[in-house]
């Protein structure tokens, strides 16, 4: 009954003021009448309470409770997130109601936080109080001024990292193993071995060996080798891209292996020349194959008189086609052939007892052939004229008794 009596008060309130205006307004068309001085609008204002008689403020208790500081509130509570502090004692419609209160009393309790931790779930009357603390390392890296990416250059290794997430850094923008070690690098294979940190601090590992021992890597002739890194090595190559080391021409140019190579000469060779004398001396060509070059004339031998085959033939002319044991097809010139008796002998006892000297001669024999080649060539036989040539000599010797020398 109390709080219907109080909404009955605030209503006759409002009527009374709102019978007020009307009364003014048509105190402007009606002459002054005592009748309207007894009318009351309001069901239970009594007889002896008229309109024109409502004090300015009908309802003490109203008053007083604005006076302490209370708010009226229709519905008799504070509204959504706010906190009933306290009530008027003379209306139950006045409130203190306070938000932050109500944070506090909801566990909204947090108003700061150690970094690297945060406010997190602000109470929803949106007053500046928080549920907890939440941890959020990567925030507070980013707050002071660190990153976790770089772009040009690289994280520091190890320095200027941030207390909080060590994956967060300053960026260094030196180049990779800038800093280290000849035949170091931070990318080279740790199982290697280390020595120092390059100037980003990442560590310097040593790098295979990429040098030939043998060879070289830019050369193209046959394998010599492979490097620590596994490259191939090669020796120089000895042939001419043109030319001939052999020939005897102008240079052209030089091979791996720093040769010359020289063309071929359109010369003959020294002895001959183009004109051609006759007889049986013979004949060759330049270098380049262009030219026939001729001996000095040479007599040509007769049937009659044909050389011994002995040691080769001493002529190419028909006269030796009855040889039949000659050395080479390039025969030796007549008159050049030399002997040596070169004795590197052996002494043998006989089987019967008897001291018997066996001396193995070995005979060296050397001409000029008619191409211009040097020949030579070695006979062997004992000094008693018993065996003739080494094979025959050595079976001989291997037969003695007791070989001496």
Same mark, same amino acid.
Request: a neutral charge; one cysteine or more.
């Given at each position: ?177 800038t800093g280290c070690p000849s035949n170091y690098s931070v990318n ?35 394998? #010599?080798? !492979?490097?620590? &890194?596994? /490259?191939? =090595? @090669?020796? %120089? $190559?000895? +042939?001419?891209?043109?030319? *001939? ?68 033939? #001493?002529? !190419?002319?028909? &006269?030796? /086609?009855? =040889? @039949?044991? %000659? $050395?080479? +097809?390039?025969?030796?010139? *007549? ?31 050397e001409c000029t052939t008619y191409s211009g080649n040097k020949k ?30």
């Amino acid at each position: 009954m109390k709080n219907i009596n109080r909404n009955m008060l605030h209503m006759k309130l409002n009527s009374a003021v709102s019978v007020l205006a009307v009364a003014a307004a048509f105190s402007v068309f009606l002459p002054p009448s005592s009748a309207f001085a007894g009318v009351c609008f309001l069901p239970d204002c009594g007889d002896d309470k008229l309109a024109g008689d409502i004090p300015p403020n009908p309802n003490p208790d109203t008053e007083w409770c604005e006076k302490k500081g209370y708010t009226y509130y229709a519905s008799g509570q504070c509204p959504q997130y706010q906190a009933l502090v306290s009530k008027c004692k003379r209306d139950d419609f006045y409130l203190k109601c306070d938000d932050v209160t109500w944070c506090k009393q909801n566990g909204y309790n947090t108003t700061s936080c150690p970094i690297p931790s945060y406010l997190d779930g602000q109470c929803p009357n949106g007053k500046p109080y928080y549920k907890q603390c939440k941890e959020d390392r990567p925030r507070a890296c980013r707050e002071a001024g660190y990153v976790n990416s770089c772009s040009p250059g690289r994280l520091y290794a190890t320095t200027n990292r941030c207390p909080y997430d060590k994956s967060f850094g300053k960026c260094c923008t030196a180049s990779p193993s800038t800093g280290c070690p000849s035949n170091y690098s931070v990318n080279c294979d740790a199982s290697r071995g280390s020595s120092g940190t390059d100037t980003c601090g990442y560590t310097c590992y040593r790098c295979c060996d990429d040098t030939c021992s043998r060879g070289s890597k830019n050369y193209t002739g046959s394998k #010599a080798g !492979t490097t620590e &890194c596994g /490259s191939v =090595c @090669r020796y %120089c $190559n000895t +042939s001419c891209s043109s030319g *001939s080391t052999s020939y005897s021409g102008s240079v052209v140019g030089y091979n791996e292996c720093g040769s010359a190579c020289r063309s071929c000469s359109t010369s003959c060779p020294s002895g001959t020349s183009t004109t051609n004398p006759g007889g049986c001396g013979g004949s060759t060509t330049n270098e380049c194959g262009t030219k026939t070059c001729y001996y000095p004339y040479q007599s040509c031998c007769s049937h009659s008189s044909h050389v011994t085959c002995e040691y080769g033939c #001493a002529s !190419t002319c028909p &006269c030796c /086609s009855a =040889c @039949r044991s %000659c $050395n080479s +097809s390039d025969d030796c010139k *007549s008159g050049t052939s030399t002997r040596e008796e070169n004795c590197n002998g052996w002494c043998d006892t006989h089987w019967d007892g008897t001291d018997i000297n066996y001396v193995r001669c070995g005979t060296i024999h050397e001409c000029t052939t008619y191409s211009g080649n040097k020949k030579s060539w070695e006979t062997y036989r004992d000094a008693s004229g018993g065996y003739n040539g080494w094979s025959a000599c050595n079976a001989a010797r291997q037969g003695m008794n007791r070989p001496c020398c």
